[in-house]
């Protein structure tokens, strides 16, 4: 009985047991991005428990940089942390939390964050004496209140042709500001530019580069985004990463965002409620602190709730303090689950 390091075929048991514990199938190559493509980790952070030749547990980190004060750090997210259900309640959980720790620390990794279920936060806190930062706020903008009344309650199907008018009344033109967007089809050295440009927009955040932009949204093999770039004058002034849900109701979903200052996170947001305009709702995250957060109540976005607990875990000596949720800017994004 034994943690180790992944090893090259070990993603058959591994893709086996998240199929076990989340009764979901993963693409084998959505494994291989999310583990093997990433720009900035050379090989993959995996931990397995591994009992007569079987994985039955497995933690992960999906490691990438970040500005800390302006400087260069690295980060991990914490993925995939899973036990076989038939080998529950024999510590495998607590084993792999330890490790990972020591790992990390062993491979110079600054800070880890994830956004753990309930019980898994309780366990990660007890285990690893990590901290619960904060609920991350969920804003929403409704755009056609009839059509989501209408797949819930078939009545209200006759009443789908008023969000027409609600529209009109919401939607503001793009001509409001002195910007425009291009649809991105890869990242380039502005991207770049940008990210080092925005490097304190808080203190704490994802260095979201080209490299980064391109591996994360751009060459997922299962899901689809869009990137649109807003401009000033040809210069990148931001940019702004959709993807719509279709359900019972059509889900906008902003992923993640990023500008230069007040003025372009407004342009930015309106282009964006264009971009998701056939949506009949609009989901976003955002801490209260940040530019995100303020554009949004600005633009008649909403805080509904606070569904996904942020949990942090400094690994590197003077990284205490960011676990103080005021430190960081995190949208979807951060999440692998978005």
């Known amino acids: 009985m034994s943690v180790r390091r992944y090893q090259k075929g070990d993603e058959t048991q591994i893709q086996s047991l998240f199929t076990k514990t989340f009764n979901h199938e993963r693409p084998l190559s959505e494994w291989e991005w999310k583990f093997k493509d990433n720009p ?11 009992e007569n030749d079987q994985i039955l547990g497995h933690i992960s980190l999906w490691l990438t940089e970040a500005f800390f ?12 942390t899973m036990v076989d259900p038939s080998a529950r309640g024999k510590g495998i959980y607590r084993k792999l939390n330890e490790v990972l ?23 990660f806190i007890r285990y690893t004496n990590a901290t619960h930062m904060t609920d991350m706020p969920r804003w929403v903008s409704i755009q056609k209140p009839f059509s989501l009344l209408a797949s819930r309650f078939s009545a209200f199907r006759l009443f789908k042709p008023l969000d027409k008018i609600v529209g009109l009344i ?18 380039d050295q502005t991207f770049d530019d940008l990210a080092n440009e925005t490097r304190h927009l808080s203190e704490a955040l994802i260095i979201r580069d080209a490299a980064y932009l391109n591996w994360r949204y751009l060459d997922h093999p299962t899901n689809y985004y869009e990137l649109h770039a807003l401009y000033k004058n040809e210069k990148l002034c931001g940019y702004a990463v959709t993807k719509e849900q279709k359900n019972s109701f059509r889900n906008g979903l902003l992923i993640d965002w990023l500008a230069v200052d007040e003025e372009a996170w407004n342009a930015l947001l309106i282009e964006v409620v264009q971009i998701l305009g056939e949506s009949d709702m609009i989901q976003s995250w955002a801490l209260p602190h940040t530019h995100a957060a303020k554009a949004m109540k600005a633009h008649g976005f909403v805080h509904k709730d606070s569904p996904m607990p942020l949990v942090g875990k400094e690994i590197a000596e003077g990284t205490t303090q960011m676990n103080d949720s005021n430190m960081w800017f995190i949208t979807p994004g951060d999440v692998d689950s978005f």
Request: proline letters at 6%.
């Open 69 to 80: 004060h302006g400087k260069r750090a690295t980060i991990g997210l914490r993925v995939d």
């Open 40 to 50: 900035k980790q050379e090989k993959p952070f995996i931990l397995v428990y591994e």
């Open 101 to 123: 720790l020591e790992e990390a620390e062993a491979e110079s990794v600054d800070f880890i964050y994830g956004f753990p279920a309930p019980k898994a936060k309780e366990l």
């Open 170 to 187: 919401k939607n503001k033109p793009s001509s409001d500001h002195r910007y425009h967007m291009k649809k991105i089809s890869k990242c």
